[in-house]
Nanobody
């Protein structure tokens, strides 16, 4: 079992920055692909970014150049640095772990965190 706990959400003005963290406990963190998904009110959960166990990264087109995902295996933590935030980024952000390739569809993800709310005011 892997437990994922997100933190760092809150209220930020449009154009501002925020960093989310996700601490994992349980099995070997470095073996997992890690990622972030978001879900806005009334919408389906969407892929934001992922980082493979190797360190390779991938992003949704809507966040490329603004968001950066990184991981610290020594601290069992994955980060999402969000810059130039827009009101449409207002969502609950979920941390995810996949033992194997993390699909942007969310299919096959083994573990989810409970989410942290990010609100971007205009």
């Amino acid at each position: 079992q892997v437990q994922l706990v997100e933190s760092g959400g809150g209220l930020v003005q449009a154009g501002g920055s925020m960093r989310l963290s996700c601490v994992a406990s349980g099995r070997t963190f470095s073996d997992y692909d890690m990622g972030w998904f978001c879900q806005a009110p009334g919408k389906e959960r969407e892929f934001v970014a992922a980082i493979r166990w190797s360190g390779a990264t991938g992003y949704a087109d809507s966040v490329k150049g603004r968001f950066t995902i990184s991981r610290d295996n020594a601290k069992n933590t994955v980060f999402l640095q969000m810059n130039s935030l827009r009101p449409e980024c207002t969502s609950v952000y979920y941390c995810a772990a996949s033992y194997g390739f993390m699909s942007s569809s969310g299919y096959g993800i083994n573990y989810w965190g409970k989410g942290t709310l990010v609100t971007v005011s205009s």
